[in-house]
């Protein structure tokens, strides 16, 4: 049985062999031909993964922006289960924000304080809401996620304000120091 395997692979290394180029010129312009296939291949691949990130990196977009002042963001606050809760509203060139209920509506009042910045003072205000909702979400002890842009989510969750310093034009390099 090693026999047989033995000489079926002598005749594929035969036929391999006799199918490559002879002559030195066809060597090398198999091999430059073969080298230029990879390049291009590379170079097709690199740039389709270069289009995704652009497309699709929220962090690549946010950097890329070039004119916040004009724009209006929009971040909203989820319960762990997913009910989102609120929703601020960030109108740059118009330098005034609002907070939209966006729970169910109902007859349970939910108090909850939401960090805002206020654009006209420059500075990190606090805010308390009473929402009418349609249960208790107890909210003073929960945790919420945030969907929106970047710098809105950095800014809810950390106190981050790179993104209204870039907006309102006095922007420091503070990420770099």
Not at 12 to 40: H, M, N, Q, R
Not at 100 to 124: A, F, W
């Amino acid at each position: 049985m090693s026999n047989a395997i033995l000489e079926v692979l002598s005749k594929i290394s035969l036929w391999v062999i006799d199918k490559l180029p002879k002559d030195l010129t066809e060597i090398l312009l198999f091999a430059v031909t073969i080298g230029l296939v990879i390049i291009i291949a590379s170079l097709i691949h690199y740039t389709n993964i270069n289009y995704k990130i652009r497309n699709e990196s929220r962090c690549y977009r946010e950097n890329n922006e070039s004119n916040l002042s004009d724009g209006v963001y929009t971040i909203s606050a989820y319960t762990p289960d997913g009910i989102e809760i609120y929703e601020v509203v960030y109108n740059i060139g118009g330098k005034q924000y609002t907070v939209k209920q966006k729970c169910p509506e109902g007859t349970i009042q939910n108090k909850v304080s939401i960090r805002v910045y206020d654009l006209s003072r420059k500075q990190i205000d606090r805010i308390d809401r009473i929402f009418e909702c349609d249960k208790n979400y107890d909210l003073k002890n929960i945790s919420f996620y945030y969907k929106g842009d970047t710098g809105l989510v950095r800014f809810m969750e950390y106190s981050n304000t790179d993104f209204f310093d870039r907006a309102l034009g006095s922007y420091s390099s503070s990420i770099l120091k």
